[in-house]
């Protein structure tokens, strides 16, 4: 018995090593004054069209059948979810919609084998296309076909070999932008996935991320991440970088996750992210979202349930989306002039796949400027007297009217962008002595 305990133990520990998918690799990186959106669905459910909220049982104990919520003969499956703070003098900056499912074969069964143990088996057959679905944005009464990009399908690998989960992306700025209303609802259909039941549970849905433009925000840095990675015995670090966060005053920090397969029932799933005070990793939670079952099969936005969709589960099965404020209370965990931070996801018991990432923070206004003008003018305000009065003694400063200056000197001058910095006042500032290496030896 004890032989047999420690083979299947180690025959368990080698298949979730093999579970491995695709490395997160950056996709999109935006400098801009604006803010991100968040919405979207799942697809499959104990219901056709009714919210599923019970807690207590564990996805795979589930027959799920596709959700098909539009009356539509060209869908066999469709969700809807609505966005509506979105004002008129937002401009859409980036749109990209994520679909994940769970998708061994098109229908599971299970079975007891020796009074105990439950087998899962399908006709081990799926439709090999999983990139094309079908998308509709408000007022529009038809569906518009999307071909999106396969990031990770497991089908055609010997990974994930009890479920063969996969993702796609599809880029639909232009499909925002052209359309007459922002707000509203969003419809996407025919997203393939496993039907009734499989190991660990039947899971699939859709996600869309959306930055816009607006300059009643603040500087920010937007950054997203496609990839595909199951985070099982093992611990998953994400590093974000190349931003640089404000100098002084409070730093608001967020972060949006899209995973798969998250039990609401099972615990020990977690997300944390790395204190440079502490020189430890905290744990992130809000009061939909504990520390230790932070992938709860939920579609949250901060700290409350995202119920404007239909159907609108409080239990998803095995789907979560999610926006979540990273506290920083004193800049402790995203501090002042902070170049870089790290999210950690980790488990014991609750398997889960991450598959979207992005993060978003308040950035230096120097650095922004510096990625977003080609010609600047930097503020910089000198209030050291001896240094000024060393400058005023080993210096000869000759000095010239701005009336006599060439016309087309001035000219460039007032083309140039200026830089608002905070604390320092509005004029034309001269930095020298500047040095650089242009190449390293």
């Given at each position: 018995m004890?032989?047999?305990l420690l083979f299947i133990l180690t025959l368990f520990c080698i298949v979730s090593h093999g579970q491995q998918g695709v490395p997160f690799k950056i996709n999109k990186q935006f400098y801009i004054k604006g803010a991100s959106e968040l919405i979207g669905n799942n697809i499959l459910s104990v219901h056709k069209n009714k919210p599923y909220n019970q807690k207590t049982i564990t996805n795979d104990l589930l027959e799920l059948k596709y959700i098909d919520i539009d009356n539509n003969k060209t869908t066999f499956s469709s969700s809807e979810a609505n966005l509506s703070n979105h004002s008129k003098d937002r401009n859409i900056k980036y749109a990209g919609l994520y679909w994940s499912a769970i998708y061994k074969y098109e229908k599971g069964f299970k079975k007891i084998e020796d009074e105990r143990f439950y087998v899962y088996k399908g006709n081990d057959k799926r439709d090999p296309t999983i990139n094309e679905i079908l998308f509709k944005t408000p007022n529009d009464s038809k569906y518009k076909a999307v071909k999106g990009q396969v990031i990770y399908d497991s089908y055609i690998s010997e990974e994930f070999e009890d479920t063969k989960p996969y993702v796609c992306f599809a880029d639909v700025t232009h499909l925002l932008k052209n359309n007459k209303s922002i707000n509203g609802t969003y419809t996407v259909g025919n997203i393939k996935a496993t039907q009734g039941f499989i190991s660990g549970g039947c899971a699939g849905g859709w996600l869309l991320y959306v930055v816009y433009e607006s300059e009643e925000e603040t500087p920010k840095y937007f950054t997203t991440y496609n990839g595909f990675e199951s985070v099982n015995k093992q611990t998953i670090d994400i590093d974000f970088q190349s931003f640089k966060t404000t100098e002084a005053g409070d730093i608001k920090t967020s972060l949006c996750l899209g995973t798969l397969e998250g039990d609401q029932k099972l615990k020990t799933d977690m997300c944390l992210i790395f204190n440079p005070t502490s020189k430890t990793y905290i744990p992130l939670y809000n009061k939909e979202r504990p520390a230790k079952n932070f992938f709860n099969s939920k579609i949250t936005s901060y700290d409350t349930l995202?119920?404007?969709?239909?159907?609108?589960?409080?239990?998803?099965?095995?789907?979560?989306?999610?926006?979540i404020n990273i506290p920083n209370k004193n800049n402790t965990t995203i501090a002042n002039n902070q170049t870089g931070t790290t999210i950690r996801l980790k488990t014991k018991a609750d398997g889960f796949n991450m598959f979207f990432v992005a993060f978003e923070t308040e950035i230096s206004p120097i650095f922004y400027e510096s990625k977003t003008n080609t010609e600047t003018i930097l503020v910089v305000e000198n209030t050291n007297n001896k240094l000024e009065e060393n400058i005023a003694e080993n210096t000869h400063v000759e000095t010239k009217d701005i009336t006599t200056l060439d016309n087309s000197v001035l000219e460039k001058m007032n083309k140039i962008k200026s830089s608002s910095i905070p604390n320092l006042k509005r004029g034309y500032y001269l930095i020298?002595?500047?040095f650089s290496v242009k190449k390293m030896p």
């Open positions: 004890k032989k047999l995202y119920t404007d969709r239909n159907p609108n589960s409080s239990n998803t099965l095995g789907f979560d989306v999610l926006k020298t002595n500047m």
